[in-house]
């Protein structure tokens, strides 16, 4: 199992433009989240996915858009990237919600938006 | 809403000595689960250590363990025998057990602590 991989790892944008950050996870989890994590306030929930088609907005969804057509794969989308923006991001995932199960996370993603 | 509060952004300790990461989460669920994280340079989020709620005896994990305190709603990891591995971002987290509600999955992090091991 590779587990929860994320691409790409390093990413620069310039103010307004738009990316799509990957998140995939290889063990048939049925739950799958996106954190940002900026110094002095931990990770926040930005969106989360408890099933394929199933998303719902977590503490900090705006300029955030995501989609789960798979299992597997749970893309965040920045519409219009703002400096705001710039932080870490983390892909997670778990298998059965309201389990003991910890979470996975993936290795993060730096954004740099200039 | 839950919060989780790491009130020393820094701790030091001497390779081989213990030392105590404080975490203190507000809530009014009686059921849920309490993690430490640690996070490495590499920014790898590793679990540390989970706690149930409704367990009233502490978790240990070898040199890892927690002193847990429901009433006072307060959850330290100790750490003993430090080595210069253990130097890394630790982070509290609280998760409900409740499978209904906006927070349904949701990990609440605290800010952080940086501890640093001196050789």
């Known amino acids: 199992n590779a587990g929860v991989t994320q691409t790409p790892k390093f990413q620069v944008l310039k103010t307004g433009q738009s990316m799509t950050l990957q998140c995939a996870q290889d063990m048939n989890h049925e739950y799958m989240s996106w954190y940002r994590q900026d110094p002095g306030m931990g990770l926040r929930l930005i969106h989360y996915?408890?099933?394929?088609?199933?998303?719902d907005q977590g503490e900090v969804p705006n300029g955030y858009n995501v989609s789960r057509s798979t299992t597997e794969d749970f893309p965040l989308r920045l519409l219009s990237a703002a400096p705001s923006q710039t932080s870490v991001y983390f892909c997670?995932?778990?298998?059965?919600?309201?389990?003991?199960?910890?979470?996975?996370f993936g290795p993060g993603t730096r954004l740099t938006v200039t | 809403a839950q919060t989780v509060t790491q009130s020393q952004p820094e701790m030091s300790v001497q390779e081989a000595e213990t030392v105590t990461l404080s975490c203190t989460y507000d809530?009014?669920?009686?059921?849920?689960?309490l993690f430490w994280y640690k996070q490495p340079p590499s920014r790898q989020m590793i679990l540390v250590i989970r706690q149930e709620a409704y367990k009233q005896q502490n978790a240990t994990e070898n040199r890892f363990s927690v002193n847990f305190q429901k009433a006072a709603k307060s959850f330290s990891l100790k750490i003993s025998d430090s080595q210069l591995g253990d130097a890394a971002m630790y982070f509290c987290?609280?998760?409900?057990?409740?499978?209904?509600?906006?927070?349904?999955?949701?990990?609440?992090f605290g800010q952080g602590t940086i501890l640093t091991v001196h050789p």
């Open positions: 997670a995932s778990r298998p059965t919600p309201g389990t003991a199960y910890e979470q996975y």
């Open positions: 996915s408890v099933g394929a088609g199933i998303t």
């Open positions: 987290a609280y998760r409900t057990a409740n499978a209904g509600g906006t927070s349904y999955g949701k990990l609440t």
């Open positions: 809530t009014s669920e009686s059921d849920y689960y």
